[in-house]
């Protein structure tokens, strides 16, 4: 209910009236018959004689004006409760954050400037001040007292109304506060609620008067939501950048999305928008163009009838920078081709290493890319220690023979636990049928014998059909995946493809296993009513498998040109997508996507030990190295809920790329130079939060005020507020008593009716 200061038409509606003399209502009822009565019973004999209609004109406005005069006489009061003048608080609550510059009000003006005109230099608080105590407060995501408007600054990257209100309380709550007066346009982004903690200032008859600040809907506007990026690349890896897009009034519109590296622009696309109000995410592919830590500038196409600018741009972190090289195992049956152009593939690629443990003949082994003397001197690894220092694991056209139990259970563990790589290449020996390997495969194997008459031979040359050659078909998961793009255009790409060379043979394997991806099969051989999977992936345990079921993708390097690197590209792209997801003894993890200045980052630290065990022994101190190199050295804490887990928290107080480094000294063992610490850059951007969704929020600021027993108002209708505040009541109001004889209008009313009645009488003659 919205109270107004109390006058006499609204009291004797609500029968509120009383006489100070004591007189009673029914008493002054009787005196007005007995002055009707007695005003007729003295227009019985008139000087001139009246019609009818003029006598009775006469006696009403003469017993009239005789009953208003014994009204005043009585001197009527209304009984009211009022705040006691300068006895009791005022808070008034001011919406400081970034959303109060959007010039959404009329004439152009920014919220934060139809505030200041409506509610400073209109004397509202001044009015106010007659009655209250005032104090002032500037909110954003936090709360603090200013003495005036220059305490303004429309700098706060996001609002917490909640937290407002909690502020409020605390500094006010040893005094008597009457009421709070909140002037913001309810963009509410924080995680606290700030009904509930209207309904505590209910509960206390405690008022809040709300004031909604800007329009209700933005009608032209796109922004960005949100962006999701790789953090981490390997170098010259193309990834995607998802962008996600909100906007009012543009559907099906065209517009230009685009990626700088400073003023270079360095990727773009032209979409269409979606529906009005629905975030729609589009995909762009990017390849950092140098080894650094690389803050990007995403620009969506700012149109010239849009009201916010701010949420068209966007700042986003790729760490680029140089590591160690990712270490990779291959074990090969014999030379041949295949061994030969892989390792030719990666060569030049320093985020990859390839040891390679070849059998040249019985008994004969070659290494290459070994990093000691000792590295695999005693052949494949007999000990998880050994084998877990690499990330994924390839076999090419070995026999099962190779391997003892433990060393093909130790493979399987690798990758379900350790959360290594997994590649099968070429041939499969049927007698890996039934061991640990065959487990973690994303194809069935198959004997030979159980096989078509048509499918048996395995990879063969000749006139064989699975020894024939052929163009591999991409499966529509195949087109899009990152491990086969030749191009970042989807029509470049699948010209490239076509002007690939046919591959030659195929091994003949079951069917796909539940949750593996065909990625490449092949045109015409089928099994069991199924395209033969040539390229197939999964995600097994904690790690990755891949069975690439042909030996011949040398043939895309031998017979195409030689400046062409298209073979090189799709083997660099497989091996990485092997052993980029595989887990490090430190890894980081921050709890959001991006960080505001003033914002709190929460750090999380996961420590395995020699085994990829988690480990609760480990000490743990985070570096935080700040734009302006400012040291921040701190301990972590171990989760005493999760193990291995190791917690920490700072706040960021300026925008720009930070380096955070994770030293870890640990009881559980020393491994490898590197394995012991963690450094991982994060930036910290300008805000988006105050500009998406950031129309008034007229439904939030009704709820406030109608559950704390306030009212709201529009910014249009502020000039009620002072009387609303003054009259409703709260904890502190008290009863008095105003007049209502001294009214203004009531002696103009007196004055117009004796005026009528001399008038009336002088045209009438009468004395």
Not at 154 to 177: C, F, K, M, N, R
Not at 390 to 409: C, H, K, P, S, T
Not at 654 to 664: A, P, Q
Request: glycine residues 8%; proline residues 5%; negative net charge.
């Amino acid at each position: 209910m919205q109270y107004t200061e109390p006058n006499l038409l609204s009291a004797l509606a609500e029968g509120s009236v009383d006489f100070a003399y004591g007189v009673s209502p029914i008493f002054f009822l009787s005196l007005v018959v007995l002055i009707v009565v007695g005003v007729w019973f003295g227009y019985r004999k008139t000087t001139r004689p009246l019609t009818p209609p003029w006598k009775a004109f006469f006696i009403g406005l003469r017993a009239s004006v005789l009953i208003i005069l014994l009204f005043c006489l009585l001197r009527p009061v209304i009984t009211i409760l009022q705040v006691a003048p300068q006895e009791t608080y005022l808070a008034v609550l001011f919406d400081d954050s970034q959303s109060m510059a959007i010039a959404d009000m009329s004439g152009g003006q920014s919220r934060r400037e139809a505030m200041r005109e409506g509610f400073y230099e209109s004397g509202i608080l001044d009015r106010l001040a007659d009655n209250f105590q005032i104090r002032s407060f500037r909110f954003d995501k936090a709360a603090e007292r200013i003495a005036g408007a220059e305490g303004l600054g429309e700098s706060g990257t996001a609002s917490s109304i909640g937290q407002a209100l909690e502020y409020v309380d605390e500094q006010l709550g040893g005094l008597p506060l009457g009421a709070l007066i909140v002037l913001t346009d309810g963009a509410d982004n924080s995680e606290l609620d700030p009904l509930a903690k209207a309904r505590n200032f209910g509960s206390r008859d405690i008022p809040i008067f709300t004031v909604g600040i800007g329009q209700e809907q933005i009608p032209q506007d796109i922004g960005i939501v949100d962006v999701n990026a790789a953090k981490t690349v390997l170098e010259g890896s193309v990834f995607n950048v998802s962008v996600g897009i909100n906007h009012e009034g543009y559907t099906g519109e065209q517009v230009r999305i685009s990626i700088l590296d400073g003023d270079q622009e360095v990727a773009s696309e032209m979409v269409t928008l979606g529906s009005a109000g629905v975030t729609r995410r589009y995909e762009i592919e990017l390849t950092p163009a140098r080894p650094e830590a690389i803050v990007y500038d995403l620009e969506v196409e700012l149109r010239s009838d849009e009201i916010i600018a701010e949420n068209n741009v966007y700042q986003f972190l790729v760490n680029n920078t140089e590591k160690a090289p990712l270490d990779i195992l291959y074990i090969e049956g014999h030379p041949r081709n295949e061994y030969k152009f892989i390792r030719r593939a990666v060569e030049d690629d320093k985020s990859v290493r390839l040891a390679t443990y070849l059998q040249t003949g019985p008994e004969k082994y070659y290494r290459q890319g070994i990093n000691t003397p000792t590295e695999l001197s005693g052949g494949f690894p007999r000990s998880k220690e050994e084998l877990y220092q690499y990330e994924a694991l390839i076999l090419g056209d070995i026999e099962e023979g190779f391997f003892n139990a433990d060393q093909l259970q130790m493979i399987e563990e690798f990758v379900a636990e350790r959360g290594g790589g997994f590649l099968m290449s070429g041939m499969i020996d049927d007698e890996f049928i039934g061991t640990p390997v065959e487990d973690l495969l994303p194809v069935t194997l198959v004997e030979e014998s159980f096989l078509p008459s048509h499918l048996r031979g395995g990879i063969r040359r000749g006139s064989h059909p699975t020894g024939e050659p052929f163009f591999p078909r991409l499966t529509n998961n195949g087109e899009f995946s990152p491990l086969l793009r030749l191009s970042g255009d989807d029509g470049e790409n699948g010209m490239r493809w076509r002007q690939l060379p046919e591959l030659q043979g195929v091994f003949v394997t079951g069917r796909i296993k539940p949750g593996a991806t065909v990625l490449m099969e092949h045109p015409l051989l089928q099994y069991q009513n199924q395209a033969l999977p040539v390229l197939t992936t999964q995600r097994y345990g904690s790690g990755r498998s891949v069975a690439l079921t042909t030996a011949s993708t040398w043939r895309w390097q031998m017979m195409m040109a030689a400046a062409d690197q298209s073979h090189e590209t799709l083997w660099k792209q497989l091996l990485r997508w092997l052993v980029v997801a595989a887990p490090e003894r430190v890894t980081v993890e921050f709890d959001r996507e991006f960080y505001n200045v003033g914002d709190e980052v929460h750090v999380t630290a996961t420590v395995l030990d020699m085994d990829y065990e988690p480990d609760n022994d480990a000490t743990l101190w985070m570096q935080v190295n700040a734009p302006l190199d400012v040291l921040l050295d701190q301990s972590m804490e171990w989760d005493i809920e999760e193990d291995g887990v190791y917690r920490g928290s700072f706040l960021v107080e300026e925008e720009g790329v930070y380096d955070l480094l994770v030293d870890v000294a640990s009881a559980a063992g020393e491994g490898a130079a590197g394995e012991s610490e963690k450094r991982v850059p994060f930036v910290v951007t300008p805000s988006l939060r105050e500009f998406n969704n950031a129309a008034m929020d007229t439904g939030l600021l009704g709820r406030v005020a109608e559950l704390s027993g306030g009212t709201y108002f529009d910014l249009d209708d502020i000039d009620q507020l002072t009387s609303a505040v003054e009259f409703t009541p709260n904890a502190y109001s008290e009863q008095v008593s105003l007049d209502l004889w001294d009214q203004p209008w009531l002696l103009a009313l007196l004055v117009s009716l004796l005026s009528l009645d001399w008038t009336a009488r002088r045209l009438k003659g009468l004395s």
